[in-house]
C-alpha cells in the first residue's frame, strides 16, 4: 500500500521518539477501558475510546494520534477498514487487536500496512512490546519511504533537465553538451539550481506552445 506524503497529516518527525498519544477503538467496554487502563500505567495518552471504525478514523483525523489499537471487529467499519483509512489517508501507524488468529485476517493487515497484530487478551507487558516493536517497524517504513520518494524527486528532476536541454538544442541549434553547459552556466550566473533553470525553460516552451 502506497502512502503519499501529500495527503498524510501525520507529524512524521514524531518517528524519532516513542509514540506518546495512542487511540483505543473497540466496541466491548470492558476490553476498552481495561486497555485505557494498561496504556496510561505505560506512560501514554490514551485518545478515545472509539466504540466502532467509523468512530475511529474521525478521532484519528480530529486529534492525529501518533499510533492507533483497533479492535478487528467492531460495527459500522471493522478494524481492517478502519485501518486502511486511519493509514492511508493520515498514514498514522495501526496495531490491530483480535481473539482470532485467522491467517487471512494477518495477510488482509499485513496488504493495508497494519504494523502490529495482538491476540486477545492482551496483558500489560504484551502491550508494550507490541506497540515497542509496531513502532519500530513505522520507523523502518518511514525510512523506506522517505528513499523512495526522495528518488522518486530526483528521477523526476533529471527528467525536466533532460528536457530542457533538448528544447535548448532545438531552439539553439546546438549540440547537447553545448546545451546541458548552457543550463548550468544560466545557474551559476543567477544562482540558483540547475533544476530550477530547467524547470523555467520548460515552462517557457510550453507557454510558447511549441
Known amino acids: 500500500m502506497t502512502v503519499t506524503k501529500a495527503n498524510s497529516n501525520h507529524d512524521e518527525d514524531a518517528a524519532v521518539l516513542q509514540p506518546c498519544r495512542v487511540l483505543v477503538a473497540d466496541d466491548e467496554h470492558l476490553v476498552a477501558t481495561g486497555m485505557t487502563s494498561n496504556l496510561e500505567e505505560l506512560g501514554y495518552e490514551v485518545v478515545g475510546p472509539a466504540s466502532d471504525g467509523n468512530a475511529a478514523v474521525q478521532l484519528c483525523r480530529d486529534t492525529k494520534p501518533d499510533l492507533a489499537l483497533l479492535d478487528i471487529r467492531m460495527p459500522r467499519a471493522d478494524g481492517l477498514e ?119 525553460v520548460v515552462d517557457s516552451d510550453t507557454l510558447l506552445g511549441e
Open 82 to 200: 478502519a485501518a486502511s483509512a486511519i493509514f492511508g489517508e493520515l498514514g498514522i501507524p495501526v496495531v490491530i487487536l483480535s481473539a482470532y488468529a485467522d491467517p487471512e485476517y494477518v495477510q488482509a493487515g499485513n496488504r493495508i500496512g497494519i504494523f502490529g497484530y495482538l491476540l486477545k487478551p492482551v496483558t500489560k507487558n504484551q502491550l508494550r512490546v507490541g506497540i515497542e516493536v509496531a513502532w519500530a517497524r513505522y520507523r523502518d517504513w518511514l525510512a523506506q519511504n522517505e528513499e523512495a520518494q526522495q528518488l522518486k524527486v530526483r528521477l523526476e528532476q533529471r527528467k525536466t533537465i533532460e528536457q530542457a536541454k533538448w528544447i535548448i538544442v532545438k531552439r539553439k541549434n546546438v549540440p547537447e553538451p553545448e546545451a546541458m553547459q548552457m543550463l548550468q552556466r544560466q545557474a551559476r550566473n543567477n544562482r540558483k539550481s540547475l533544476i530550477e533553470v530547467a524547470q523555467a
